[in-house]
Structure formats: C-alpha cells, structure tokens
C-alpha cells in the first residue's frame, strides 16, 4: 500500500514482478536491526492518520459537507 509505505522511511516499496529485489530488501531490514527499528516507530507515527476514528471523521465531515450543499 503505497499510501502508508513511505519508501525508505518506514519500509520499501518495490516492483511485485521482481522477486530478487524483493529478497535483497528483505535480507536488507532483516540484518540492520537498527534500521528496522527506526522503520518500526515510523510506521507507528504514520498509521496514526489512518486509525478508523480518523477515517469516520474524515467521512462525517465529506457527508455533511455534501448534506449542506445540497440546501
């Protein structure tokens, strides 16, 4: 989900028809354990404008705004 990978920040995104890139990032995080970490509480931080409390009221707000639109 490139919406919540943010390359090199929190994880990598990479093509999924390239196995051997695949594999060398994964041999990549799984060895630097300092780097998974880091990625680790990044991901933390970025998920956390994607909670389901933050989902409903981003919807809550579209539908009002289109309830009052339409007056």
Excluded: C
């Excluded at 933390?44 to 009221?57: D, F, G, N, R, Y």
């Amino acid at each position: 989900l490139p919406e919540l990978i943010h390359d090199t920040e929190n994880g990598f995104l990479f093509d999924i028809r390239n196995i051997k890139e695949l594999a060398q990032k994964m041999e990549y995080i799984f060895s630097h354990e300092p780097e998974r970490k880091k990625m680790g509480t990044e991901s933390l931080a970025i998920i956390q404008h994607h909670s389901i409390q933050k989902m409903v009221e981003q919807f809550e707000h579209i539908y009002k705004r289109l309830l009052s639109a339409k007056k």
